[in-house]
């Protein structure tokens, strides 16, 4: 049986798994993030790598963070939230640390290729995921195969510019996508529910410590499925954003399903049902061609650690 670890940098978390060929994950491993980045990062890495050792052989390893990779996916090229990372060969590192060899991938691709081999997008050669959180990231199947562009910097939707002079993105553009249908979009869209009418808002904030700013993407979901105006019409409004661009999106790619992941996607159909409305609605050549699946994702938290494991093995 051919195994492998997978390896999933998070803010937080470095977890790590040993996967097998069918996407099980058989031992984990888990240690925090160090906020200084860089080598402390690096060597925490190798430090789950060789926990999971001791219990398993392995065949190599894959490593996904958020960042640019390079198409040989050997360098992080740019990690805008990891510090002391950019440009940094962490197939050598990480190398001369384990012993084995590594490749490194984007956390939104990886999860992407998890879901694709073993999840949500199973059996289906053409898909789309959209990794909905924080920001949104993406990642494309195409034939059966992941596409990464030629650079290694494919599926960034998140950057895709939806207002002309909208909203002000960390990347440095205006009106980009996430700005508008990602957990923080979902924050403001809730703020602004409530600034326009207080009143109506109580409920919602009760769920937090009373303020605006005390509010959390968690308590607008626990309040949307408890039937809280506000919270289903922050939702509807993400949704509407969420799958007109997933319109436009596949105007491109012309994808058979569009696997929805990430952490506001706890929400379920409360956020899926707006997005399959918009994207019928907003469709270019409505009605004259088949539209996508818009789907939840099944793999959680674990679709990085296991699609990176098995793109460590192919």
Not at 11 to 37: C, H, I, M, W, Y
Not at 66 to 88: E, Q
Not at 260 to 279: F, H, M, Q, S, T
Request: aromatic letters at 4%.
């Amino acid at each position: 049986m051919a195994l492998t670890i997978g390896i999933d940098v998070g803010g937080t978390k470095v977890l790590g798994g040993v996967v097998d060929e069918f996407g099980n994950v058989l031992a984990k491993s888990r240690k925090d993030t160090p906020r200084q980045g860089g080598k402390a990062l690096t060597q925490t890495i190798a430090d789950v790598a060789k926990e999971l050792l001791l219990i398993h052989n392995v065949e190599s390893i894959g490593v996904s963070a958020a960042g640019f990779v390079s198409s040989d996916r050997k360098t992080m090229l740019a990690t805008p939230n990891i510090a002391d990372w950019n440009g940094v060969n962490l197939d050598n590192e990480l190398t001369a640390l384990i012993g084995l060899p590594v490749i490194i991938e984007n956390d939104a691709n990886a999860a992407a290729w998890g879901e694709a081999k073993f999840g949500a997008g199973q059996n289906q050669d053409h898909m789309m995921m959209l990794t909905v959180g924080t920001g949104i990231g993406g990642g494309i199947v195409v034939n059966g195969a992941l596409y990464r562009g030629a650079f290694g910097i494919a599926a960034e939707f998140g950057h895709i510019r939806v207002v002309p002079d909208g909203h002000l993105c960390g990347c440095g553009a205006r009106g980009c996508f996430e700005q508008y249908a990602s957990g923080n979009a979902l924050l403001r869209h809730a703020r602004e529910s409530i600034n326009a009418s207080p009143e109506i808002a109580r409920n919602l904030l009760s769920r937090g410590d009373g303020t605006i700013e005390g509010l959390t993407g968690a308590a607008i979901t626990e309040a949307a499925r408890d039937g809280d105006p506000v919270a289903l019409a922050a939702f509807n409004t993400t949704g509407q954003w969420l799958g007109a661009g997933i319109a436009s999106l596949s105007v491109i790619l012309d994808p058979a399903c569009v696997v929805i992941g990430g952490g506001v996607i706890g929400a379920g159909e409360i956020l899926l049902k707006p997005a399959r409305e918009a994207l019928e609605r907003t469709m270019p050549f409505a009605g004259k061609h088949p539209y996508p699946a818009i789907i939840a994702a099944k793999l959680g938290n674990e679709a990085g650690l296991v699609g990176v494991a098995d793109l460590a093995r192919i």
